[in-house]
């Protein structure tokens, strides 16, 4: 059965650095084939891919995003830990972690999300 | 601004079908990249509903099907219900990104 957890901060103040952590179950990030992506969700609006990174280390980032995040794995405490930096307002969002099995391919099994408001 | 296009809403009355469109590019879907999509039922995670253009995860009702021609693919529910009522997305790949991409999401509404 895999299982994943976003936690860390629920409100953050401009400029500052958001660090989240995913941590799941069920699966090893040392499995070839298996990545463990973000994605964010603003109130209201359409989910947001972020980033994602590979059993074997391969990150791959938002373009839009990309000057600002900083995705990492510990595969010993089966933990992902998402990094963003200057964090404004309009970061606000519901921030997701998901299970990914093939190359470009879908996000199988989500988070419930973590909910971070930036607001001074 | 999405790079998958769907269309915001869609409704249907109990027992009826729709289909929820998304468009995309030569970059994502027309290059030949998976389309997938999920259900997100208010106040929780999306949920994958269909991968691979056209297959149900275990537990999915034949009910949902997907289908995907060119740059566009298309979610299909029939016998509407009440509990279809959520925001649905459909989601690809996309090589000019180098990234993961998503529609900006369709709410159904269940008359």
């Known amino acids: 059965q895999i299982t994943l957890k976003e936690s860390g901060p629920t409100l953050v103040k401009p400029t500052q650095t958001l660090t989240l952590t995913c941590t799941f179950s069920?699966?090893?990030?040392?499995?070839?084939?298996?990545?463990v992506g973000w994605i964010r969700q603003p109130p209201g609006k359409a989910l947001e891919w972020l980033a994602l990174?590979?059993?074997?280390?391969?990150?791959r980032y938002s373009p839009s995003l990309k000057s600002r995040l900083t995705i990492t794995k510990d595969t010993s405490k089966n933990q992902v830990v998402l990094t963003m930096t200057n964090m404004d307002p309009v970061d606000t969002a519901t921030y997701y972690c998901?299970?990914?099995?093939?190359?470009?391919?879908?996000?199988?099994?989500w988070g419930q999300g973590t909910l971070v408001t930036v607001s001074s | 601004q999405s790079v998958l296009t769907q269309p915001p809403s869609v409704s249907g009355a109990p027992g009826q079908r729709v289909t929820i469109s998304c468009t995309g590019s030569?970059?994502?879907?027309?290059?030949?990249?998976?389309v997938h999509w999920y259900q997100q039922l208010p106040g929780t995670a999306p949920k994958l509903l269909i991968y691979?253009?056209?297959n149900r995860p275990s537990g999915v009702p034949d009910r949902f099907s997907g289908s995907k021609s060119g740059t566009s693919a298309s979610l299909a529910i029939t016998g509407l219900q009440a509990e279809d009522e959520a925001d649905y997305y459909c989601?690809?790949?996309?090589?000019?990104?180098?990234?993961?991409?998503f529609g900006g999401g369709t709410k159904l509404t269940v008359l």
């Open positions: 998901a299970h990914e099995i093939a190359v470009a391919g879908d996000f199988d099994y």
């Open positions: 069920g699966f090893s990030l040392s499995t070839s084939g298996v990545g």
């Open positions: 990174i590979y059993w074997n280390d391969d990150k």
């Open positions: 030569s970059s994502n879907i027309g290059a030949g990249y998976d």
């Open positions: 691979d253009n056209t």
């Open positions: 989601q690809s790949y996309d090589n000019s990104l180098s990234g993961w991409v």
